[in-house]
């Protein structure tokens, strides 16, 4: 720093400072964009998981296992769906895809009164997810149900379906987000840095044309005049002007 001049040195100074600045406003952009993109998939995850309750009804309930297998099976291939588990009134496991073999509950938020809830379960091999789990109850399915099951009607729901959403795949997409803003990034940052180094070098010249006067004027040279900044109309100016 010692070595730096006036301008290097303010230069520098700025760069750090918007460095500083970049890092924690990217930080802060990145955690509400990993907050949105995350919040984004689970709600289409959810809609795609009621919307596929609400068009196999009658398949679901009658508990085939063979139509219950192709039936997850399609919802897994969904746009997101990393796994299905689908499990009868009696939290009994009846069909899945993709799920896997060990995976354990972190936490849940459980939604209730027939409500979605939404929690993290992680596999053997440290694979993190996102698991939706959404009530089969009567509201989102045919109401053709109370004539055709007599236990339709009694039930407050029918089962659950847990959907999971690979974390790993939300950390992809936030990464090709990232990315794709990375240029325009680096361009403003670039402009901002040359900005300030236009700005630095316009004050230090002056100063510097100065210090050179001044030594040839110590020297005994009484006619050097400064004429370097003398039209700036700021504190450098009025500066060279006095001098």
Excluded: C
């Excluded at 609400?54 to 398949?59: C, L, V, Y």
């Excluded at 219950?68 to 895809?97: F, I, N, P, T, W």
């Amino acid at each position: 720093m010692r070595r730096l001049g006036i301008a290097g040195k303010l230069v520098f100074v700025s760069a750090l400072i918007l460095i500083g600045l970049g890092a924690a406003v990217s930080w802060h952009s990145l955690a509400q964009l990993r907050s949105m993109l995350t919040q984004e998939t689970v709600r289409r995850v959810e809609a795609q998981t009621l919307s596929w309750i609400q068009a196999n009804p009658f398949q679901i309930v009658t508990g085939d296992p063979e139509v219950l297998e192709r039936l997850v099976k399609e919802l897994k291939e969904k746009e997101g769906v990393a796994y299905v588990v689908l499990l009868d009134v009696k939290g009994r496991q009846v069909a899945s895809a993709g799920a896997p073999v060990q995976r354990e509950r972190k936490s849940t938020a459980p939604g209730g009164n027939g409500k979605s809830g939404v929690g993290e379960t992680v596999d053997a091999e440290g694979g993190r997810y996102y698991e939706i789990e959404v009530p089969m109850s009567r509201e989102h399915m045919n109401r053709d149900l109370d004539a055709m099951f007599g236990v339709a009607g009694r039930l407050p729901t029918l089962g659950l379906v847990r959907v999971g959403v690979a974390r790993s795949e939300l950390e992809r997409r936030l990464a090709a987000l990232v990315w794709r803003s990375a240029p325009l990034y680096g361009a403003l940052v670039l402009v901002a840095l040359g900005i300030n180094i236009f700005l630095a070098r316009r004050m230090a010249r002056p100063v510097a044309s100065m210090a050179r006067a001044a030594m040839r004027i110590a020297a005994g040279n009484l006619d050097e005049r400064v004429e370097t900044g003398v039209e700036l109309r700021d504190e450098v100016g009025e500066l060279v002007r006095n001098f």
